[in-house]
């Protein structure tokens, strides 16, 4: 027999205090809770929380984070909490899209774009998720069953796709061609082969693969599909922790190693230079010639500071070391993964964890020059 409900309303400090209870002993039984802030409502399981703020997973796979002295009262809906069916998703979607947009639902995947245009989606992010699962799996990486079904919209007006991303608080979209976001757990892109002044489905050579997809000639829009949609799968199988830190070389090198298929294959065949990021490895060439200082790896590795200062070049170095980990020590990376998602939610990732974690992987502690030579070596063999 379900409990009777009671709603409380009473002075925010005193519910705060009983929601820090309840969130306390919520990963044991993992309630479906309803919390009501002055803003806002939120309902959905305790995932983590600090002496100020709780971070909770909704029913559909978004994660909402609150203040606890914002707390006006709350709720427990239910013992268990139960995520949203994929009809019940399909459902939220159209509420939310409207009927411009076509939902196709796949095995593992609930994909919203033009009418028509949704099925071929859906068999390229089918395809990207299975790759991706045998080639962990096969690895001995114990893949994490998807909690959700995984949402990507593609929006047919660049207009419509800009306005979505404002509204998620990306404001800087010139060039931006889609994105994955950690906390909606949804790929948003845009394609402009299915706009209204386009018949065909193409995947147009005209937009880059970066973690921000900005638009470059050389590369296509199956790059950043491809790309975007492997930061999802990766989020969502326990490659990456979504509230862990994660740094930054990992998650975008695995996504630019990934962006060419024969990556992805569970078993190589033919040299590792018919698998390589063209554009990647052509830019870290040059950067290695005229830009990179001598044994950069550890600082590169214990921060993700280059980001900032030397974008590019930081990618290029991401998807090489990347690529020369999963070439030749494709086992200890996938453990080294598992290390690395494995960390405290919300603790701070530091240098000296980091180049830890690093070392204890890959067995180079007081062997980081020899390392870093043999790994410059094998990137430049690759001509």
Known sequence: MRPKLQFVSVVAGAVANVVMILCSSAQAATPLLKIQTNKETY??????????????????GKIKS????????????????????????????????????????????LVCAAPGYGKKYGKLFEQLYREMYLYFSTRDFEIKPLEFPLVAIIFPDHA????????????????LAGYYQINTNRIALFDPATSRQTAALEFPASLDSSSFARADASSSLRDTIIHEATHQVAFNIGLHSRLAETPRWIVEGLA???????????????PASSRINRERFVWFG?????????????????????????????????????????????????????RVASRPLLGKYTAAQRL????????????????????????????
């Open 256 to 270: 630019m190693v990934f962006e060419h298929p024969e990556s992805r294959s569970a078993s190589k065949t033919g």
């Open 66 to 109: 609150f203040p606890f002295k914002a707390v006006t009262g709350f709720k427990r809906m239910a013992n268990n909490f139960k995520p949203y069916s994929a009809a019940e998703m399909r459902s939220h979607l159209r509420l939310e899209l409207g009927k411009e947009f076509e939902i196709i639902g796949t095995t593992h995947y």
């Open 160 to 175: 419509q796709f800009v306005k979505y991303a404002n509204a998620e608080g990306i404001t800087n979209t010139s060039g």
């Open 286 to 338: 040059n950067y290695v010639k005229q830009r990179r200082v001598n044994y950069l790896l550890e600082k590169f590795i214990a921060s993700d500071r280059l980001f900032q200062t030397q974008t590019l070049d930081a990618y290029s170095e991401a998807w090489a070391l990347s690529f020369f980990l999963m070439e030749t020590r494709s086992s200890e990376y996938a453990r080294y993964l598992k």
């Open 43 to 60: 309902i959905g399981k305790e995932i983590v929380h600090n002496d100020d703020y709780c971070w909770l997973l909704e029913r559909d």
């Open 356 to 383: 830890d974690d690093f070392h204890n992987s890959f067995g180079t502690r007081n062997k980081m020059k020899m390392f870093e030579a043999e790994y410059l070596r094998f990137i430049d063999q690759l001509h």
